[in-house]
């Protein structure tokens, strides 16, 4: 089983990691919806319930959110569907509660649930790297040591998307500071 379940993650960390490197908010929600079926699956294979249900609670609101951001993407809808499923979240939690480190993984969504109420994709993907220690951790408590080695790996990848986006966005800024300093655009 334990095979299964570090077969499942190694799906789940490729999709995800691959979320990260996405341009579009659209693109990183659909490759997040992959990557939390095979995330859920490795959950059930551990009998890590919690885990589990909040895991299908947040792929829902990942498909929520994609269906927001393709045809009503306002602040409003954004923000009463990144609440309803916080709440959700922590219903499904309290029902599943096992021991304390059940709220690991409820922490994780809530950050990711967080991020996706904005429309700042480097926001998005600097929550989601905040969230992963929280996934790491509750790994650890599950006695899932192999994932928690790939849930490292998704920590890498992240950090490289995110550095990748600032830099890109620092230089964007530099190249649009110097085009205003030049004296052939001013009228």
Not at 59 to 77: D, G, M, P, S, W
Not at 151 to 176: G, L, P
């Amino acid at each position: 089983m334990i095979k299964l379940a570090f077969a499942f993650m190694l799906v789940n960390a490729v999709f995800y990691a691959l979320s990260f490197f996405a341009k579009s908010k659209v693109v990183l929600l659909l490759l997040q919806i992959v990557s939390n079926i095979f995330f859920g699956l490795q959950y059930l294979v551990l009998k890590a319930y919690t885990g589990a249900i909040v895991i299908a609670v947040d792929t829902v609101r990942i498909l929520a959110f994609f269906f927001v951001e393709k045809f009503k993407n306002t602040n409003l809808t954004r923000t009463v569907v990144g609440l309803f499923f916080i709440i959700a979240c922590i219903i499904s939690a309290a029902l599943t509660w096992d021991r304390w480190f059940s709220i690991l993984p409820l922490l994780a969504t809530t950050l990711a649930i967080v991020s996706l109420m904005t429309n700042n994709l480097l926001l998005i993907k600097i929550f989601g790297l905040i969230s992963c220690p929280f996934q790491m951790i509750y790994m650890i408590f599950i006695k899932s040591y192999f994932n928690l080695i790939v849930e490292i790996f998704i920590i890498i990848m992240e950090t490289i998307a995110v550095t990748i986006d600032i830099v890109k966005m620092k230089k964007q800024k530099r190249q649009s500071a110097l085009q205003n300093l030049n004296p052939k655009n001013q009228t």
